[in-house]
């Protein structure tokens, strides 16, 4: 069992930055490829940026490329986000999840675990 919760959402003005931290406990929680989506009101939930196990590999949503940053730390298991140039397009709860499986997917269906959210507001 993992579990996970998030913090560093917030109000932030278009162009500007925040970093969402996820902390991440469980007995499997290295192992776990880690995955940040988003939902915003009326849509379906969305892949952002994932991370596996060992940090070297990531992968992005083609939306944010460029502009957001998936890293971890194994050692204080805690997954980051760090959203530069945001966008009133970026507003969303901001899920963090973890994978169970090697891989790196950008489906929802693929992750184990989910937190329960934070919110990211951007005015413009």
């Known amino acids: 069992q993992v579990q996970l919760v998030e913090s560093g959402g917030g109000l932030v003005q278009a162009g500007g930055s925040l970093r969402l931290s996820c902390a991440a406990s469980?007995?499997?929680?290295?192992?776990?490829?880690m995955g940040w989506f988003r939902q915003a009101p009326g849509k379906e939930r969305e892949f952002v940026a994932g991370?596996?196990?060992?940090?070297?590999?990531?992968r992005y949503a083609d939306s944010v490329k460029g502009r957001f940053i998936i890293s971890r730390d194994n050692v204080k298991n805690l997954v980051f986000l760090q959203m530069n140039s945001l966008k009133p397009e970026d507003t969303a709860v901001y899920y963090c999840?973890?994978?169970?499986?090697?891989?790196?997917?950008?489906?929802?269906?693929?992750?184990?675990?989910w937190g329960q959210g934070t919110q990211v507001t951007v005015s413009s």
């Open positions: 991370i596996r196990r060992g940090g070297g590999r990531t």
């Open positions: 469980g007995p499997t929680v290295s192992s776990c490829a």
């Open positions: 999840a973890a994978d169970e499986t090697p891989g790196l997917d950008d489906s929802s269906d693929q992750y184990d675990y």
